[in-house]
């Protein structure tokens, strides 16, 4: 069965600092990765999602992720992060043909003003 | 309408009672999952109904009763529950289940405490 590793459980940062949130799985075959973000009192939303082709995928907020076959990883980037940005982050992965989506425990981004 | 729909928002209930989750959605989605969240904690996949028809039962306790009346609806049938079963309890869906191109639509879940 898959797996899913996030490295950090709290992370704190000012604003405008620079983002770096790992993510690593574990499974041998074909894999769709994403990443989920649930601001406070919301439900969960889709960030970004990687499927297939270019391994750096930009989704909303200028949230970006890069795949790293070869690392098993898929490790969520922002350059500078808002006050905003404040909620929690879900790695996720589902092997593909499969319809079981695994997270991650989750990490906590807490921005300061 | 890209909305997943869930009712009803919070449910407090008592160890014997006997209540329902629903979820709703109007995307023409065939797949639709339960998950169920504790504070804290990501969310665990419990069922997922592909084309009205059970695929997957992670091996949730009886009393959590699934159905899928119809290809729109999902409802959680609660019976007996314990206080541990208290959660956000989240419903999806996406477009047939399974494939790849596909990402999963989420509720605003439902807030359930079992006193």
């Known amino acids: 069965a898959q797996s899913v590793s996030q490295h950090n459980h709290h992370v704190i940062l000012s604003e405008a600092a620079s983002l770096e949130l790992g993510c690593n799985y574990s499974y041998g075959g074909t894999v769709n990765l994403f990443w989920y973000v649930q601001y406070p009192g919301q439900h969960l939303q889709l960030l970004l999602k990687y499927f297939s082709g270019d391994p750096l995928v930009k989704g909303i907020k200028g949230f970006e992720a890069e795949f790293i076959k070869s690392k098993f990883s898929f490790n969520l980037r922002k350059p500078s992060v808002q006050w905003s940005d404040t909620a929690e982050y879900f790695c996720a992965v589902r092997p593909s043909g499969y319809s079981t989506l695994t997270f991650g425990k989750g990490t906590m981004l807490l921005v300061s003003p | 309408d890209t909305e997943v729909t869930q009712t009803p928002k919070h449910l407090v209930m008592g160890m014997t009672n006997k209540k329902s989750l629903k979820c709703e959605q109007h995307?023409?989605?065939?797949?639709m999952y339960w998950y169920k969240q504790k504070a804290k904690k990501p969310p665990e996949l419990m069922f997922v109904y592909s084309y009205e028809k059970l695929s997957i039962n992670e091996s949730v306790p009886s009393r959590f009763s699934p159905e899928c009346p119809n290809s729109s609806l999902l409802n959680l049938h609660l019976h007996a529950l314990q206080p541990e079963d208290s959660a956000l309890y989240l419903c999806?869906?996406?477009?047939?289940?399974?494939?790849?191109?596909?990402?999963?639509?989420f509720g605003s879940g439902t807030q359930l405490s079992v006193l």
């Open positions: 999806a869906s996406s477009q047939m289940g399974g494939e790849t191109n596909e990402k999963l639509f």
């Open positions: 995307m023409g989605h065939r797949a």
